[in-house]
């Protein structure tokens, strides 16, 4: 594996300070995965023997085809087929749907704030309500008591939450709505943060900094750097806050390990404990863990009409395992979800899966590269950002196998609209 990291920091070298580029999407997925090889090679916890080989054939295997998609989608390839034959140079919100949103997410995290304050008064433990929230406890408790609520957070909410990320992220560098309406998505943020205690939202927002930086650069005052600075330094005040707040306590004699070393860390026991049950399963998922995010919404409609889709609940079943089931990693230490998308893309194909689900990630994040980058074409970019969050999560889960981020996905391409088009 040491080799396999080497490789990959020459690529990321070669992006970032030879053709310096910072919205290439190799960048967003090659980095965390530099990060968790590291702590492998490192393995400063002495917990190699945990990951076996099965584990580390997928991710060379899921790695490589990516960037093998990545290579496999030229300039060239998508003009082809690109319906407009000129650069768009700038792009406009549709703002009968970009405000409304934003204000209603505002909202909702708002009253997610709220209700948390009220179980804490309550005497409930901060890293307790995030396992309400996140369905991690298994004595029946929920954070919402009504159903209605809890289809508005998971249908709703946290889809356009995820988008509202990226636009507060773009309004950093751009001029596109009012001031009321910046602060309102910083506040949906900020809220949606202190309610879940979620640090991914921070992280992938710190990501798309960097993207929208290297998108933007020719046309940011330095004057602006400076507020931008302060931005990012709360966003890193925030995520460890939260961090606190959600530790749990351990038992006497636990092991203490750094946490940030742990979250790169984890994903390939994770991997290597749960990868064998795919096979003793004998399901072959045929493809619904790729489309996993269609078909959760798709499954949770049918149930309200008692129909279901056998091979989907049986995929569904397996691709519930790793998050509904914790594993001790470090002494006294324990850990779930981390399972990679490889995980997923393995239920479906096996090996092939892994692989042609791996090449399709790449050449789709770099088609949509091309479209907003090389062509210039600024109605792309909140979907190239919206792709930042789904490569970076590559380390620990397939997110096209949530139906949180498939509809971000589809939701992106719907904010922006190229100027030079009428508005219906």
């Avoid at 390839?77 to 209603?104: C, D, E, H, T």
């Avoid at 596109?176 to 202190?194: D, E, H, R, T």
């Avoid at 890193?236 to 961090?243: K, N, Q, R, S, W």
């Amino acid at each position: 594996m040491g080799y396999l990291l080497l490789f990959f920091i020459c690529i990321v070298g070669f992006i970032i300070f030879i053709r310096h580029d910072l919205t290439h999407p190799l960048i967003y997925f090659l980095i965390p995965w530099i990060l968790c090889l590291v702590t492998y090679v490192l393995d400063i916890y002495g917990i190699n023997s945990q990951v076996n080989q099965e584990a580390l054939n997928l991710v060379t295997i899921g790695t490589l085809g990516y960037i093998a998609g990545v290579v496999l989608v030229s300039k060239k390839v998508v003009g082809i087929f690109r319906i407009q034959k000129y650069s768009v140079r700038k792009a406009r919100y549709r703002n009968w749907l970009v405000k409304p949103m934003i204000v209603f997410t505002a909202v909702f995290n708002i009253v997610l704030v709220i209700m948390m304050v009220k179980y804490m008064q309550n005497g409930i433990s901060y890293a307790y309500i995030r396992d309400l929230l996140y369905s991690y406890n298994s004595n029946g408790a929920k954070f919402f008591t009504s159903s209605i609520m809890l289809n508005i957070y998971n249908i709703i909410d946290v889809p356009m939450t995820y988008v509202v990320a990226p636009i507060a992220v773009i309004e950093l560098f751009s001029n596109k709505l009012n001031l009321i309406y910046k602060l309102l998505s910083w506040i949906s943020v900020g809220a949606y943060v202190v309610a879940t205690g979620g640090r991914l939202i921070i992280m992938f927002m710190l990501f798309q900094f960097i993207f929208a930086l290297g998108y933007y650069y020719k046309n940011i005052p330095w004057k602006k750097v400076g507020k931008v600075a302060l931005i990012v330094s709360i966003l890193g005040v925030v995520a460890f806050i939260t961090t606190l707040f959600r530790t749990k306590s351990q038992n006497a004699g636990s092991l203490k390990v750094n946490s940030a070393y742990a979250y790169f860390n984890i994903n390939l026991p994770i991997l290597s404990n749960w990868v064998g049950t795919i096979d003793t399963s004998g399901v072959n998922g045929k493809g619904f863990a790729f489309f996993g995010g269609i078909f959760q919404f798709v499954d949770l409609v049918l149930n309200k009409f008692d129909v279901n889709i056998p091979l989907y609940e049986k995929v569904a079943s397996l691709i519930s395992l790793p998050q509904k089931n914790w594993i001790e990693i470090y002494s006294g230490n324990w850990y779930n979800a981390f399972d990679t998308m490889f995980y997923d893309l393995y239920i479906d194909f096996r090996l092939w899966g892994v692989l042609f689900g791996s090449m399709i990630l790449g050449g789709l994040s770099k088609w949509i590269y091309v479209l907003s980058t090389c062509f210039k074409n600024e109605k792309f970019v909140l979907s190239a950002m919206v792709m930042v969050e789904i490569l970076v999560s590559s380390f620990f889960r397939w997110q096209f196998g949530t139906f949180t981020f498939t509809a971000a996905f589809v939701l992106s391409f719907l904010m922006l609209r190229s100027n030079n088009v009428k508005e219906l």
